[in-house]
């Protein structure tokens, strides 16, 4: 049941108070299946967000942040100073401890539009606060629901944004309605406009849970193991649920869970794409959530990060059949010492290819620091090999770096829909991550050119298997090579990307906006979990894409206050209020539907 609960104007004083002199609000509400309202409310910026193509001579197009309210859970004890006492004095670092609401932030991605860059509307969700905004889906088409992933609680928001810079609330699951699974990470949408989500932690309640599908897990509880795919109607609404886990669990060496399992289980799918014209979809088993986001308290076992990728068959869509589990193999820098670093370990990213004679995807592995590679997703047991590792793009993305992959924590990894590039966000490796005297590595954005790689199929020769392929790119003449890179944060540590999104839009010659196959943008955020102890600086850039697969940070893309280049989230104000710093996790390229075609 939908209601406009609220339109009226907001007003008030601070920094930036006068650019906010003008904010008109709107509130889309929703039932949800707890008999509660949820709502968003829209905080539209006067003429900013009014501007028309008759004002700008040019259509718009959006570019959405799913950002949360920074508070003090953010704070990490060693930025707590001189307690006890009052939190007024005792922070080094947060500027508004209060809980705040969360948002979808618009920021008009329009180039050459006088407010590009701005920030015209901050849509705020309630009345859950403290969500910790994690992911949408992977790329936006016309018509889709925006699919965005309530971290810590549990919920999964589907917003309608048919008429940005405005959006409606289309529905919310909660954590009821998802008994099966906790800790939503990401999306995939299909073409008839439902999506598979990963749940990444356990059914709700610890112990034996069974599935409507007649499966049963037994789990650790929430935000442990094992974990589930959700699929979801165009409104939020729960399809089925499919616990990730196999009957008789996974390789107990490889996999641990705390507390401990009787069957052990990497099941913690995390990543997901899906090939609908080859019937797969495929998911990344990253870690078991709850033991990596605790402060002071740190996960005790490298073996809580996955080494594993699923591939499932969706010939019903309403029922996903798990056909394997495949390990990511460790290369030529495995340390027995050390394996958290290990090239299979941590697999929380994966993408798919796009053309039809391609059936191949990647995996991307955090702490690993690696990419992997498959020619079939199709096969009844895929093997994955290692065929890039993030040293050898360390130097072309800071001539300041070494070639040591391990520990680079890369995230987003994406192919072109041309499948001629591998796109890869790198937040870098932090100082001391590998030892005392560890410098730590400056992070970035690199662009691999994989045709070679494609154009082999399952004849492909690339293998990083010596530790100079490791610091150099692979021997074999099918290995991906880099095409392009840029540094964000040049010369600080752990400053760079976490996530990313391609500009899938061009403005066509009859004024509309039409998909495009050769992205020229792609937006990176740099932030995490701060939990997690990998905040980052909280700036959104963006980056322009050559057809050469060249890339460079666009420094025309600046905060409208401060006039730095990137959109610095670290403000003390907002359109929905002086809320101070915000926390940027995912973002992604959106036009109305009016100015699409």
Same mark, same amino acid.
């Given at each position: 049941?939908?209601?406009?609960?609220?339109?009226?104007?907001?007003?008030?004083?601070?920094?930036?108070?006068?650019?906010?002199?003008?904010?008109?609000?709107?509130?889309?509400?929703?039932?949800?299946?707890?008999?509660?309202?949820?709502?968003?409310?829209?905080?539209?910026?006067?003429? +900013?967000?009014?501007?028309?193509?008759?004002?700008?001579?040019?259509?718009?197009?959006?570019?959405?942040?799913?950002?949360?309210?920074?508070?003090?859970?953010?704070?990490?004890?060693?930025?707590?100073?001189?307690?006890?006492?009052?939190?007024?004095?005792?922070?080094?670092?947060?500027?508004?401890?209060?809980?705040?609401?969360?948002?979808?932030?618009?920021?008009?991605?329009?180039?050459?539009?006088?407010?590009?860059?701005? *920030?015209?509307?901050?849509?705020?969700?309630?009345?859950? *606060?403290?969500?910790?905004?994690?992911?949408?889906?992977?790329?936006?088409?016309?018509?889709?629901?925006?699919?965005?992933?309530?971290?810590?609680?549990?919920?999964?928001?589907?917003?309608?944004?048919?008429?940005?810079?405005?959006?409606?609330?289309?529905?919310?699951?909660?954590?009821?309605?998802?008994?099966?699974?906790?800790?939503?990470?990401?999306?995939?949408?299909?073409?008839?406009?439902?999506?598979?989500?990963?749940?990444?932690?356990?059914?709700?309640?610890?112990?034996?849970?069974?599935?409507?599908?007649?499966?049963?897990?037994?789990?650790?509880?929430?935000?442990?193991?094992?974990?589930?795919?959700? #699929?979801?109607?165009?409104?939020?609404?729960?399809?089925?649920?499919?616990?990730?886990?196999?009957?008789?669990?996974?390789?107990?060496?490889?996999?641990?869970?705390?507390?401990?399992?009787?069957?052990?289980?990497?099941?913690?799918?995390?990543?997901?794409?899906?090939?609908?014209?080859?019937?797969?979809?495929?998911?990344?088993?990253?870690?078991?959530? #709850?033991?990596?986001?605790?402060?002071?308290?740190?996960?005790?076992?490298?073996?809580?990060?996955?080494?594993?990728?699923?591939?499932?068959?969706?010939?019903? #869509?309403?029922?996903?059949?798990?056909?394997?589990?495949?390990?990511?193999?460790?290369?030529?820098?495995?340390? +027995?010492?050390?394996?958290?670093?290990?090239?299979?370990?941590?697999?929380?990213?994966?993408?798919?290819?796009?053309?039809?004679?391609?059936?191949?995807?990647? +995996?991307?592995?955090?702490?690993?620091?690696?990419?992997?590679?498959?020619?079939?997703?199709?096969?009844?047991?895929?093997?994955?090999?290692?065929?890039?590792?993030?040293?050898?793009?360390?130097?072309?993305?800071?001539?300041?770096?070494?070639?040591?992959?391990?520990?680079?924590?890369?995230?987003?990894?994406?192919?072109?829909?041309?499948?001629?590039?591998?796109?890869?966000?790198?937040?870098?490796?932090?100082?001391?991550?590998?030892?005392?005297?560890?410098?730590?590595?400056?992070?970035?954005?690199?662009?691999?050119?994989?045709?070679?790689?494609?154009?082999?199929?399952?004849?492909?020769?690339?293998?990083?298997?010596?530790?100079?392929?490791?610091?150099?790119?692979?021997?074999?003449?099918?290995?991906?090579? *880099?095409?392009?890179?840029?540094?964000?944060?040049?010369?600080?540590?752990?400053?760079?990307?976490?996530?990313?999104?391609?500009?899938?839009?061009?403005?066509?010659?009859?004024?509309?906006?039409?998909?495009?196959?050769?992205?020229?943008?792609?937006?990176?955020?740099?932030?995490? *979990?701060?939990?997690?102890?990998?905040?980052?600086?909280?700036?959104?850039?963006?980056?322009?894409?050559?057809?050469?697969?060249?890339?460079?940070?666009?420094?025309?893309?600046?905060?409208?206050?401060?006039?730095?280049?990137?959109?610095?989230?670290?403000?003390?104000?907002?359109?929905?209020?002086?809320?101070?710093?915000?926390?940027?996790?995912?973002?992604?390229?959106?036009?109305?539907?009016?100015?699409?075609?």
């Amino acid at each position: 049941m939908a209601g406009i609960l609220a339109v009226g104007a907001l007003t008030y004083t601070g920094e930036n108070s006068a650019a906010y002199a003008d904010v008109q609000t709107t509130t889309d509400s929703k039932v949800a299946a707890d008999g509660k309202s949820y709502w968003v409310t829209n905080h539209l910026v006067g003429d +900013a967000a009014n501007r028309t193509a008759a004002a700008e001579g040019k259509r718009k197009e959006w570019l959405l942040v799913w950002a949360g309210d920074e508070n003090i859970a953010d704070t990490l004890v060693k930025d707590l100073k001189n307690l006890p006492g009052s939190l007024t004095g005792g922070l080094s670092k947060i500027t508004n401890a209060l809980p705040g609401p969360d948002f979808l932030a618009v920021i008009d991605a329009t180039e050459g539009s006088p407010t590009y860059g701005h *920030v015209v509307n901050t849509a705020t969700v309630g009345p859950l *606060v403290e969500n910790e905004p994690h992911h949408m889906q992977y790329v936006w088409h016309k018509g889709d629901t925006i699919y965005a992933g309530a971290l810590f609680a549990a919920a999964t928001y589907a917003f309608d944004v048919s008429a940005l810079p405005e959006l409606k609330l289309k529905g919310v699951s909660l954590p009821t309605n998802t008994l099966g699974g906790s800790v939503p990470d990401a999306y995939w949408t299909l073409k008839d406009g439902t999506a598979y989500g990963t749940y990444m932690g356990g059914p709700v309640a610890p112990g034996p849970y069974v599935y409507a599908n007649g499966q049963t897990a037994i789990s650790n509880g929430f935000a442990g193991s094992p974990g589930a795919v959700i #699929r979801f109607d165009q409104t939020g609404k729960v399809l089925s649920q499919t616990s990730a886990a196999t009957p008789q669990g996974d390789d107990p060496k490889l996999c641990a869970n705390l507390p401990q399992l009787g069957a052990p289980t990497c099941a913690n799918p995390h990543g997901i794409q899906a090939r609908e014209d080859l019937n797969t979809l495929v998911t990344s088993d990253y870690a078991e959530p #709850r033991n990596i986001i605790l402060d002071p308290v740190k996960q005790p076992s490298p073996y809580l990060r996955r080494p594993t990728v699923r591939t499932w068959d969706i010939s019903d #869509r309403n029922n996903p059949k798990l056909r394997a589990v495949s390990y990511l193999q460790d290369g030529p820098r495995a340390n +027995a010492a050390d394996p958290l670093h290990n090239e299979s370990r941590a697999v929380m990213e994966t993408t798919v290819t796009n053309l039809p004679g391609h059936k191949g995807a990647f +995996a991307q592995t955090m702490q690993g620091g690696a990419v992997h590679y498959t020619p079939d997703i199709t096969a009844a047991e895929p093997h994955w090999y290692e065929v890039f590792d993030d040293g050898a793009a360390a130097q072309d993305i800071y001539a300041g770096n070494d070639s040591n992959g391990a520990g680079s924590n890369g995230g987003w990894i994406q192919t072109s829909p041309d499948d001629k590039y591998l796109y890869r966000a790198i937040t870098g490796r932090g100082k001391g991550a590998l030892g005392p005297n560890d410098p730590g590595s400056t992070g970035g954005v690199y662009v691999l050119d994989i045709q070679k790689l494609l154009a082999a199929g399952t004849d492909f020769k690339c293998r990083i298997d010596t530790l100079a392929e490791a610091q150099n790119g692979g021997a074999e003449e099918d290995c991906p090579t *880099v095409a392009g890179a840029a540094p964000i944060n040049p010369g600080q540590p752990a400053a760079g990307p976490h996530w990313g999104a391609y500009d899938n839009f061009a403005l066509g010659e009859d004024g509309y906006y039409h998909e495009t196959t050769t992205p020229q943008r792609i937006a990176v955020s740099n932030y995490f *979990v701060a939990r997690s102890g990998l905040d980052g600086d909280h700036k959104v850039n963006m980056l322009k894409l050559g057809a050469d697969g060249k890339v460079s940070v666009d420094t025309t893309f600046k905060d409208e206050f401060s006039g730095q280049v990137g959109i610095n989230f670290n403000r003390q104000s907002w359109p929905h209020g002086p809320f101070g710093n915000a926390k940027p996790h995912s973002e992604i390229f959106v036009v109305a539907d009016a100015d699409l075609k």
